[in-house]
Each structure stands twice: as C-alpha cells, then as structure tokens.
C-alpha cells in the first residue's frame, strides 16, 4: 500500500499562485500532504522547473522562499543517468506525444516509489499511473 | 524428425516469467534490448497494480467510514460547549480522526488544525505549539501497533483497535509545517493557466534570458 506522493509542478505552481485556476482544488490538498502522513516526493527536474518560473514571474526573494519551504519535508529524488536516459527512451516510443521529458523522469520515479503523483496534468493519469487529485483523471 | 515445439508446465511459466522480473530488476537495459515487448508489459504492468494499490488502500468499510465520520462530527459539534466537554469525548474524537485519516490518507478530513489542538489540549493537557520542546503524554500504557500524524508534528499512537495510547507533541515539526504552508496562495498576479501550461511559461521564462 502506497504511502507516499511526488508532487509534480503542475501541482506546486497551482498551490503557490492564488489566481491559478486549480488553487481552489490543489491549495487544501497541499495544506493535507504537508501534515506528515505520507512521505512526500519531488524530484530534482521539478525543482529546477518551479524555481525557474517562480523566479521568473515573483523574483529571486519569492523562488528562494518557495525552495526553503518545501527543502524540510521534502525527499529530493535526483534523477541520475539510468532515469533520465529511461525517460528519453519512453518519449521516444511515444513520439513525443503526451508526456514531455521531465515528466516521464517524475512517473518513473513515481513507479519506483510505488507513489501517487500530485498533478493536474491528466498525461500522468492516461499512462496507468496513479493520480491526485482523482478527478483529474476522469 | 520435425522438432515439436515444448509445451511448458504452468510451474515451469512462473519460473521463467520470475526468472525474467529478477533479471529486470537487477539490470533493466539489458532485458529492454533481448526483449523490449515484455519490458512494456512489465512497467505498464507496474503502473496499473500501483494505481490499484493506492486506490483500494483503505482500512475501514464504507459503513466504518461512515460511523467514525458521524461520531467525529457529533463530538466536534459538542466541543462547541466546552464546559460540558469531557476528556473521554476529547479521546474518542481523536481516535475517530486517527482512523479516517489512517484510512484515508489523500482526502482531507473534515476537522481544522484549531480543533485538533483544541482536543489535544482537552485530552492531555499538552498545548500544541511551534515552540518549546518535544512532550508527550501516555494514555495508556504498552506497545502501540500504529502512528498516525494528525498534524505533522502532532503523532498519535494507537493500540491494534484503534484506541488512543499516547500523543507526542514535535514544536520543530510543526515550525516545518508553518514554513511549508506559508507559501500557499502567496504568488499574487501569476497567470491562471500557469500550472496547466507550465511548459509554455518556461519556454518564455528560458528565452528572455
């Protein structure tokens, strides 16, 4: 039974900005997650993905603080070699279609965990794996 | 002589498929290039019993669920009158929140921070705070089969049937969870679409540099 979540920056982007579309859905699930009843995930790609948006749109002060606040509860999965060579070989038996790089590098980590991903990107819930919140699957 | 081809035992099948899954584990390129069909089914495979899993994850029936619900909310419901409030109502509120969320993990419970702490209070006597040491106060007294985070910070042991045994307070823990959702909602005046088109903006972001 699966006890643990990697959190993908779909999911990160929509509980940090409060205009986002998805807020309303992602901002009690992510206050939920970070009470330590699941070990929580994310991996080295996504970090780079949030900081860089963040940074972009709030600035420095505001990407540093985001990084900061997720550092204490958060496992850094960092994707080696095999993962990221694994995922280039998935995007390439798919054409590229679906699922980008960074994402497939966050559901085979996902896998290897034997997680659920926090998303609201349905690609994730159309290649078999198994998402948060539910409906985004449906 | 024509060669007919062997016809393997159902033993003999699980042996070779076993075979195949250990070699996988142990060195997955390698049996992607002998054999990159049976390597698909593997991880789709995979990914479907994952998606089972965390789906059919919970400890209680429907009607469990449904009983440790309506006791919790009756109880949070008379907290509202303190003074009648009793320690053992305070007890079983929490043990009825230790199961849902034990159960159910991904759905966010209908109790607040605030009563939580307020029935940790009432049972214990032990004040959650981000400050101070870590405390923790035994109900009962033995080896407890579970734990369960109410709060990050706020763990709750319980005996095999779910009765309370003890609740240790971390204020470190709970100085991590203020950080962590100190960063909800902050980012004012983001586009809408920035989650669902992430990759769009970071194209953006990546070429303005």
């Known amino acids: 039974m699966s006890d643990s979540i990697v959190v993908d920056t779909s999911a990160f982007i929509a509980a940090f900005s409060s205009d986002d579309t998805f807020h309303s859905k992602a901002s009690p699930l992510y206050t939920n997650l970070t009470k330590g009843k699941l070990d929580l ?5 996504i970090v780079v993905e949030c900081f860089s948006l963040i940074h972009r749109r709030k600035g ?16 850094i999965f960092w994707i080696d070699q095999s993962i990221h060579w694994e995922a ?51 | ?30 049996v992607e290039k002998s054999f990159p069909e049976v390597v698909r089914i593997l991880q789709n495979s995979t990914r479907r019993i994952m998606r089972q899993r965390s789906e059919n994850r919970s400890t209680l029936t429907e009607l469990e669920k449904g009983k440790r619900l309506q006791s919790l909310c009756k109880l949070l419901e008379e907290m509202k009158d303190t003074k009648g409030f009793s ?22 419970i209908s109790i607040s921070d605030a009563q939580i702490c307020k029935l940790v209070k009432i049972a214990t006597g032990l004040s959650v705070t981000t400050k101070g040491r870590r405390q923790t106060s035994v109900l009962k007294e033995g080896e407890p089969s579970r734990e369960v985070y109410l709060l990050r910070g706020v763990k709750l042991s319980l ?51």
């Not at chain 2, 081809?5 to 250990?22: H, R, V």
């Not at chain 2, 509120?93 to 159910?104: I, K, Q």
Request: aromatic share 10%.
């Open chain 1, 41 to 45: 995930y994310t991996t080295s790609y």
């Open chain 1, 60 to 75: 420095f002060t505001y990407a540093k603080d985001f990084i900061e606040s997720i550092q204490p509860i958060f496992n």
């Open chain 1, 88 to 138: 280039w070989k998935s995007m390439v038996a798919k054409k590229g279609v679906g699922l980008n790089l960074v994402d497939w590098t966050t559901a085979i980590v996902t896998t290897q965990l034997g997680a659920s991903v926090f998303t609201f990107d349905k690609d994730f819930y159309n290649e078999g794996l198994s998402v948060i919140p539910r409906q985004i699957g449906t």
């Open chain 2, 1 to 30: 002589m024509q060669k007919r081809a062997k016809t393997l035992t159902s033993q003999q099948k699980d042996y070779l498929a076993q075979a195949i899954i250990e070699q996988y584990e142990r060195d997955p390129i390698s």
């Open chain 2, 87 to 108: 320690r053992e109502q305070a007890i079983q509120a929490l043990e009825d929140a230790a199961a849902l969320v034990e159960a159910f993990p991904f759905d966010p």
């Open chain 2, 159 to 209: 005996s095999w049937d779910k009765k309370l045994m003890s609740v240790e307070i971390d204020p470190k823990q709970m100085a991590i969870q203020a950080r962590a959702l100190s960063i909800i909602g902050i980012g004012r005046g983001m586009p809408p679409d920035m989650a669902e088109r992430h990759d769009d903006y970071l194209v953006e972001a990546y070429s303005e540099r």
